[in-house]
C-alpha cells in the first residue's frame, strides 16, 4: 500500500493506523492489536502470550516484564535517560530504583558448568542515608548473586574496605591482609611531581618505608622529621628493651652525663662517646683548730716549772654509704637499632 514495489507480503508505505480494542479471545501467533484494556499499548502474541512491543507516553517509551507484571519495568524517556523499576522520570543517564533501598548492578559470568563469578554495585539505604557497597565473589555461587561485600561508601564519602562503617576517610580493616603502599626506587621516589606532606610510599632501595614531612622524605622512625634516628638513647620502664632496641650497657649502674664540646664543665675535656668516668670527690679541705695550752707544773721540791705546750690529735670513725650520690630512680637505657 503506498508503493508499486512491495517488499513483504504486506508494504504500507506511510502511517498505519490500527484501532484500540479488547484483545481477541482466540489469538494466533504473529497476532498485533493495540490493546484498549491496558493503555491502548501495542501488543503481539508469541504464540502463548501477548507481549508488549511498546508502549508510549508523552515522555518515552516502556518495556514491561516478560509476564506483564510488574510493567515498565525499563522506561526510555524522550531526553535518552533511562529508568528501571520507576515511571517518575530518570533523574539521571542511568537511574535503577528500589523501593527497599537495594537497588543493584550486577555484571556476572556464566560458564557452561552453571557456576557463577559476579561482581556488583548496589545502592544501601542506610539510617535514611543512601550508601553505596561494591560486591564481589569468586566461583563458588551457583546462583550468580553477590555474596560479600568489599568496600562501602557512606554518606560523608568516608571509604571502607573491609567494613561496611568506616570512621574516617579511609578505613581498612582485615585480619588476613596487610596494606601495602607504592613500592618504588629511590629515584623514582625523587621523580615524584609536587608530593606532598604525609604522602608514603616503600623504598625499594633502601627497604624503608619514606613519609614525606617538611618538604622532604624521611624514613619511618628515623628520620628527622620526628622518627627516633638510630643511635638514640632512652630511659624505659621496662623490663627489656623493646623491638628494635638494645640495652646501653655503659649505662649500666651510671648516671648520663653530657658531652661537655667546650672542655670547661668536665674536668676530663672533651671525651668520647660511650666513656665512662669512675667514682670520685672533688677536691677540698676542712677546716680544725689545734688545741695547744700552757700548764704549770710542780716538781717535787715544790719548785714551779714551765713544762711546754700540750698538743691533742684524733682520727674519727667512718660514716656513710659505698658512694656519693643524689636522689635517684633505676630505669633501663637502651638504644636505638
Known amino acids: 500500500m503506498g508503493t508499486t514495489s512491495p517488499g513483504r507480503l504486506l508494504h504500507v508505505n506511510g502511517p498505519m493506523r490500527l ?116 560486591y564481589t565473589t569468586d566461583n563458588t555461587l551457583s546462583n550468580g548473586d553477590v555474596s560479600v561485600e568489599r568496600m562501602r561508601i557512606d554518606p560523608k564519602g568516608n571509604v571502607g574496605i573491609g567494613t561496611t562503617n568506616p570512621s574516617g576517610a579511609l578505613d581498612v580493616s582485615s585480619t588476613t591482609g596487610a596494606f601495602v603502599p607504592p613500592r618504588m626506587t629511590e629515584a623514582q621516589r625523587d621523580g615524584l611531581s609536587s608530593p606532598v606532606d604525609g604522602s608514603v610510599i616503600y623504598n625499594s632501595t633502601s627497604n624503608k618505608l619514606n613519609i614525606r614531612e617538611n618538604g622532604t622524605w624521611n624514613e619511618a622512625g628515623g628520620g628527622s622529621g620526628g622518627g627516633v634516628p638510630s643511635g638514640a638513647v632512652m630511659p624505659f620502664n621496662l623490663a627489656s628493651c623493646p623491638a628494635g632496641w638494645s640495652e646501653y650497657l655503659p649505662a649500666r649502674g651510671r648516671f648520663i652525663r653530657g658531652i661537655d664540646s667546650t672542655g670547661t664543665n668536665d674536668p676530663d675535656g672533651v671525651r668520647a662517646l660511650g666513656s665512662t668516668q669512675a667514682d670520685e670527690l672533688k677536691s677540698h679541705t676542712h677546716s680544725y683548730t689545734d688545741r695547744y695550752a700552757d700548764y704549770i707544773g710542780q716538781n717535787g721540791t715544790g719548785d714551779t716549772h714551765a713544762r711546754g705546750a700540750k698538743s691533742d690529735s684524733f682520727s674519727s670513725g667512718a660514716t656513710g654509704g659505698a658512694e656519693t650520690r643524689p636522689k635517684n630512680v633505676a630505669l633501663l637505657y637502651c638504644e636505638k637499632d
Open 19 to 134: 484501532t484500540a480494542s479488547a484483545l481477541p479471545g482466540s489469538p494466533a501467533a504473529g497476532d498485533i492489536a493495540v490493546d484498549s484494556g491496558d493503555s491502548n499499548k501495542l501488543k503481539y502474541y508469541d504464540g502463548s502470550s501477548w507481549v508488549e512491543a511498546g508502549g508510549s507516553s508523552a515522555d518515552g517509551h516502556s518495556l514491561d516484564a516478560a509476564d506483564g507484571s510488574p510493567s515498565d519495568v525499563l522506561y526510555v524517556y524522550n531526553d535518552g535517560k533511562i529508568g528501571v523499576n520507576s515511571t517518575i522520570k530518570a533523574l539521571s543517564d542511568f537511574d535503577i530504583r528500589s523501593s527497599t533501598g537495594g537497588a543493584k548492578l550486577l555484571f556476572s559470568h556464566s560458564p557452561s558448568s552453571g557456576v557463577y563469578s559476579s561482581s556488583g554495585i548496589k545502592g544501601i539505604l542506610s539510617g535514611g542515608n543512601a550508601e553505596l557497597g561494591f
